[in-house]
């Protein structure tokens, strides 16, 4: 299945949650993975931190590369380095299906990073951190295939959730072509969550609701039934 062929499916199955693996143990990655197949979650979003565009480093390729041989389910990566243009090719290698760079760290090449993710046949990726306006974002609405709102400054799980992502959220469903991906990352739990899908969040990543509890299925279920939008 083309890497690309992942999006579609992804927009058709709205709103869904994919957990952000950086909460999950390591030492332990099979076991994780499969526990999260069980739970039945569509998509992995994995957290790769360079220690200099954000504060954390955490991991690059060869995990990537681990995960991709242990499941089948689409990874969204989200680089939170400087540069991204270094790596991606190493990063698509390596089995990533969706690609994603900060804005901040990218600067006026963006553009051209998307087209060449999209050229390798992966989903193309832009994000901005909560200080970032959203008008840093909204020349790439039709060059993107997903546009992720920060709702924590990038760098670790496990913080509180910003609301100014929601505002951002708002903005870009109502200017965004409908098949443009919304996604939000950062404090996303049972008290959030409707909120970012009343705000128009397609993707939902979270972390630590979901790896600090001993059964992951249950904690997603909770999560999907308390994400529905209200009508
Ligand atoms: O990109 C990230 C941090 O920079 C993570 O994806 C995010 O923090 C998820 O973890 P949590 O749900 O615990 O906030
Ligand atoms: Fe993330």
Redesign the pocket.
Known sequence: MSRRSHLARLRQQAPVILP?V??SDFSDMRGEVEKLEAAGVQAL?L?V?DGNF?P?LTYGMPIVAAFRKLTELPLDV?L?IENPERYIRQFYEAGADIITIHEEAAGSDTGKILEEIKSLGCGAGVTINPDIPVERVLPFVDKADLILI??????????A?NPVALEKLKTLREVAPPELLLEV?????LETVQACTEAGADLL???????NQSDYGAAIDELYRTAQVSN
């Open positions: 952000s950086l909460s979003h957290d931190m954000v954390n989200h939170m920060m709702s924590v400054n990038a760098g670790f799980g496990g913080q959730f990352d950062g404090g996303v739990n990543v979270i972390g630590s609701a979901i790896f």
